[in-house]
């Protein structure tokens, strides 16, 4: 029900109109209760201040920021946690009184995803796949973790590059890059055991690509994609066929909706319930 006391969140981004993140937080919200209501913005990159200041006009309580606003939101925040601002980028802000706060959720989020699948970074070789955003917010939480070793692989190396230095700086953990190619990637993934997709390859309607040949992937490695379009993208079913333990997009995806959930309401998401709408929306897009 809504009332007077109905707190409001939201996402804003543009595009906006197939983001999952209403549907996600306002199954929670309804499962626990809350009174709060969750709505999507397509915000234009040259309305994202006015949309910040309505933010604070409305007394908007969360606000999730996706594309193309999370690196230049940040100027427009009063304080940014030290993570978003090593990232370099937010996705998540929090009101509180009306000091708006930036935070970024999806390392962490991924972090959480990996150990729930099973996985654990600690004392173990990483491969990440990108250099971009994604990849940066999950690269920079793998590193923290203390894995024994890192390596960045990305079709424009330089990018590899430039994302392993500043990694290998903040962290203080030395992060290698390489560039894309079948070579580099079999000399990797050789003693690998964790492989983490942080690319859109495979992501609909691209259903059919990856950039992992099957035979690379060895039964004892678990390996991750961030795609959660299709849930099961190739590189997770070759994975499978291949005895890997695998990892879908979903848990990301879920997992640092949690974690903003958490920050707004202070209450423990229901993460399974989340799952599950998330879940049932992408089978019915792919119907
Ligand atoms: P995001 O913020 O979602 O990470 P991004 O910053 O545009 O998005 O990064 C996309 C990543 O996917 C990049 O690492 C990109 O490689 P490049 O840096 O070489 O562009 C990678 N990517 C996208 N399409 C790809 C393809 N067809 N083959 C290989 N890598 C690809």
Redesign the pocket.
Known sequence: MISAETRLCCVIGDPIKHTLSPLMHNAAFEYLGLEFIYVAFRVKADMLKKAVDGMRAFNIKGMNVT?PH?VRVMEYLDVIDEVSREIGAVNTIVNDDGVLKGFNTDGEGALKALKEGGGDPKGEKIVI????????AVSYFMAREGPSDMVII????E??VRLARCISEKIGLEVRAKR?TVQNLKDELEDAEILIN????GMTP?IN?T?VPKGLLRSDMIVMD?VYNPVETRLLREAKERGCLTIDGVGMLVYQGAIAFEMWTGVRAPVDVMREVVVKALRRRRL
């Open positions: 594309i999370k796949l990108g250099a971009g955003g994604a990849a940066r990305n079709r424009t190396v990018k590899a894309l942080c690319t859109s390859v691209n690509k950039l961030i």
